[in-house]
């Protein structure tokens, strides 16, 4: 049975209250499926701090679990998260990626053509734009899948 949590689930943020959101249980079972594969690792790209953890112990209920937060100083940016994200490649040596956003990749696209046209990491990387009412789908994670298993 495909066990959904409605968009009327309320998150509480300590430091900015509370939103609506919406959490498909089954694409966040299938994504940690692959999270916890060897040499795969989970990267939360955002602003919310120690908030990951309330949302992960909460709606995602302790799964996605082990990521790690990757905040930068200029989260007022436009480009914020593409800044933090080559950052954190170059600190990794610049391994294979996948970047899941709703907003960021296409931004990513219109101000710094130079990423998207630029090189590419040796392993290659998958950049998967969700739609910001829908989110993260199960096509998209078999897509995320079929790129890990490729590399494998």
């Known amino acids: 049975m495909n066990e959904t949590l409605s968009a009327d ?18 694409v966040v079972r299938a994504l ?6 060897p040499n795969v690792a989970l990267a939360w790209l955002t602003t919310w701090g120690r908030d990951v953890d309330l949302f992960i112990e909460g709606p995602l209920r302790g799964l996605l679990s082990g990521g790690y937060v990757i905040e930068r100083t200029h989260p ?20 294979a990626y996948v970047w899941v956003d709703d907003v ?13 046209r630029g090189p590419v990491p040796a392993g290659g990387r998958l950049l998967i734009e969700t739609n910001p009412t ?19």
């Not at 689930?9 to 089954?26: A, K, Q």
């Not at 994200?85 to 610049?94: A, D, F, K, M, S």
């Not at 960021?104 to 998207?116: K, Q, S, T, W, Y």
Request: aromatic fraction near 6%; charge should be negative; glycine fraction near 6%.
């Open 9 to 26: 689930l309320v998150v509480l943020r300590e430091s900015r209250g509370t939103f609506p959101i919406h959490v498909d249980l089954e």
């Open 104 to 116: 960021a990749i296409g931004e990513a696209r219109l101000l710094r053509p130079d990423f998207i």
């Open 32 to 37: 940690d499926e692959l999270v916890q594969r």
């Open 134 to 152: 829908v989110g993260l789908t199960l096509d998209q994670v078999d897509e995320i899948r079929r790129f890990i298993d490729g590399k494998s």
């Open 76 to 95: 007022y940016a436009s480009d914020w998260k593409l800044r933090a994200l080559i950052e954190h490649q170059v600190e990794l040596g610049r391994p």
